[in-house]
C-alpha cells in the first residue's frame, strides 16, 4: 500500500484502517510513505513500513520517489498494489509490477483540480487494473476508459465511536485539512452571523493545513477572539467533539467527507453545504440525516446553525438519523469490500 504519510487527511486515515484490517485477517502487509512527514494515525505492528528516499528539492524528491517505489516493488514482489488519492499519480511511473493488479483510488471531486493533476491521474488509473471511486459523481468525471474499471465503495467509519447521552455543550465544531476547499472562512463568517443571536455559543475549529493562520486572522478581523478558535489537529479528535451541539462541514467540494461521518456516528447534529461531488447530499441522505443547504452561501449556513440551536427537537431527530451512517459504513463492512477486490 503506498500512502504519501499517515497524516490528518482522508485518504490516509482510510488506508491506516484498510492496512490494518487487511493485517488482522492474514494479508502480509507493506506500507510505503513517500514523505517522511510524522504519523498521525497508528498501524498494526504486523505491518511492514518503507519510507521513500526524500529530498529537499522538488524535482529530485519526485525523482527520488518514483525509483524508491520501483525498487520496492522489485524487492519484495507483491501480489497487489494500492494507494488512494493524489499519490496515485506517482504511480504512472511504475514500471516495475505486481504478480496480480494495480488498485488505486480517486479520494475528492476530480473537476476541482487542476487540469495538470487531473491529466496525471487519467493516466495512472488507465495503467491500474481497478479504481475505487467513493461516489458515481467522481467517477463520471473521467473517460470510459476509466470509468469501465471503476467500482464505488463508500468510506468505513471507525468503530468504537460512541454516542454522547448528556446535555450537549453549546458548541459549534468541525475538524479538517485546513485548506481552501474546505471554505472554513464562510463557517466563520456564518458563525459571526449565528452569534449575534446566540452569544453563549462559540466555534471550535480543529486542524491544520495551509490556512491556520489566515482563520486566525479572520477571526481576529471580526472581532470573535474569545469566542472562536483554531486548534491543531489531535488523535483525540473524537473525545473533543463528541459533547458538541452542531457539527458543520463548509466545503466547497468532496469525495465523502470523513469527520461529517464520524461526527454523524457519534450523533452529533450535522450540518453540511451540499457541495460538489455528491458526498454531503449522500451522507446526509439529501437533508434527512443532516441538515443541507447551498454551497458557498454564509445566510444560509448561519440559518441551518439557528434551527438546530432553537429547535431541540429538531437536534435530537438529526442526532439519532446521523447515527445510521454508522451501520451504512460500518468499518468491517466496507473494509470487506475492499478485501473482496484481492479475493
Not at 93 to 122: G, M
Not at 278 to 283: D, E, H, K, P
Request: net charge positive; aromatic share 8%; proline share 4%.
Amino acid at each position: 500500500m503506498v500512502v504519501r504519510y499517515l497524516g490528518s487527511g482522508g485518504a490516509e486515515r482510510v488506508t491506516s484502517l484498510l492496512a490494518n484490517y487487511f493485517a488482522r485477517n492474514g494479508v502480509e502487509v507493506h506500507l510505503c510513505c513517500i514523505d517522511p512527514l510524522p504519523d498521525d494515525y497508528s498501524v498494526d505492528d504486523r505491518i511492514i513500513r518503507w519510507r521513500c528516499a526524500y529530498s529537499k528539492n522538488r524535482f529530485l524528491r519526485i525523482v527520488k520517489q518514483i525509483v524508491s517505489l520501483n525498487k520496492l516493488v522489485l524487492e519484495i514482489r507483491p501480489n497487489y498494489i494500492f494507494a488512494l488519492g493524489a499519490v496515485c499519480r506517482r504511480l504512472r511511473y511504475l514500471f516495475a509490477k505486481p504478480i496480480e493488479e494495480i488498485i488505486l483510488s480517486e479520494r475528492n471531486y476530480p473537476d476541482a483540480y487542476s487540469p495538470r493533476l487531473k491529466r496525471s491521474l487519467e493516466i495512472a488509473y488507465r495503467r491500474a487494473d481497478k479504481v475505487v471511486f467513493q461516489t458515481e459523481e467522481a467517477m463520471r468525471c473521467y473517460s470510459s476508459l476509466v470509468q469501465a474499471k471503476g467500482t464505488v465503495i463508500l468510506n468505513p467509519v471507525l468503530s468504537g465511536l460512541t454516542c454522547y447521552t448528556a446535555a450537549r455543550k453549546r458548541r459549534v465544531v468541525t475538524f479538517a485539512r485546513l485548506e481552501p476547499q474546505k471554505r472554513l472562512d464562510l463557517l466563520v463568517e456564518a458563525f459571526v452571523s449565528f452569534h449575534e443571536t446566540h452569544p453563549d455559543w462559540s466555534l471550535q475549529i480543529i486542524g491544520r493545513g495551509s490556512q491556520g493562520d489566515k482563520l486566525e486572522k479572520l477571526i481576529s478581523s471580526l472581532g470573535i477572539d474569545s469566542s472562536a478558535d483554531v486548534i491543531p489537529f489531535s488523535q483525540n479528535v473524537h473525545e473533543m467533539v463528541r459533547d458538541a451541539g452542531m457539527f458543520v462541514s463548509s466545503s466547497e467540494y468532496e469525495g465523502l467527507q470523513n469527520s461529517l461521518m464520524e461526527s454523524m456516528s457519534m450523533g452529533i447534529p450535522c450540518i453540511a453545504t451540499d457541495c460538489l461531488g455528491g458526498g454531503a447530499r449522500l451522507l446526509t441522505d439529501g437533508g434527512r440525516r443532516g441538515l443541507l443547504v447551498p454551497r458557498g452561501s454564509v445566510s444560509a449556513l448561519a440559518r441551518a446553525m439557528a434551527q438546530i440551536a432553537d429547535n431541540p427537537e429538531l437536534a435530537r431527530t438529526l442526532s439519532e438519523r446521523g447515527r445510521e451512517i454508522a451501520s451504512v459504513c460500518d468499518e468491517d463492512k466496507i473494509a470487506q469490500q475492499w478485501l473482496s477486490l484481492i479475493q
